[in-house]
């Protein structure tokens, strides 16, 4: 393995599910919510979201008028969160064992506030401590303003890191993800059920 490791988060580190968020929203009344939660690419309100362009404030108030019925923040929330599942154990322990290795351990994630501060806050407490523990240094789109594949959240992350494109291995499970970064000049790993985050790490 290179110097660096940048890891997404959801479908690498964190398993996830589409269709639980989908399920979850249709309960609530949404009537298209399949096409709210593309399958490729982030879009619309939701991309909003994930682009920090709109505070979690701004988008509740925005996709509340979709539902059938009045919905709450809190659940709200909790259906959207319903995209993710969590992190197992033995993925934090892997996160752990590459830093001691000498490896600098970095994420790269499009991600949103509620998902951030919420769910994904509480599955890095498993072990005690926080995700700052398990890694150098994240990058969020929320906070880079501008959603992978996009070459500028490369650019914004190689710059905050202070990491070089040719030291770093990127593990994405989206293929445009990978094909951009390796255009970007890194080396680039799909990550699927067959190579998956432990297989593709392994010491």
Known sequence: MTKNLLFDLGGVIMEIDRN??????????????????????????????????????????????????????????????????????????????????????????????????????TEFRKLGGDVNDYFDGIVTSFEAKVCKPDRRIFEYTVKKLGIEPAETTFFDDGEANVDAARRFGMKAELVTPANDFMTLTRL
């Open 20 to 121: 639980r968020a989908v399920k979850a929203f249709s309960e609530l009344g949404m009537a298209d919510a399949d096409a709210f939660f593309d399958p490729y690419l982030q879009r619309g309100h939701f991309l909003q979201l994930e682009q920090g362009a709109v505070s979690p404030e701004q988008f509740r108030a925005a996709v509340r008028p979709l539902f059938a019925s009045p919905v709450s923040d809190g659940v709200m929330d909790h259906a959207l969160e319903q995209f993710l599942i969590g992190i197992p154990v033995e993925r934090l322990e892997r996160l752990k064992e590459l830093r001691r290795a000498g490896h600098g351990v970095y994420m790269l994630s499009n991600t949103n506030m509620i998902m951030w501060n919420g769910f994904i806050a």
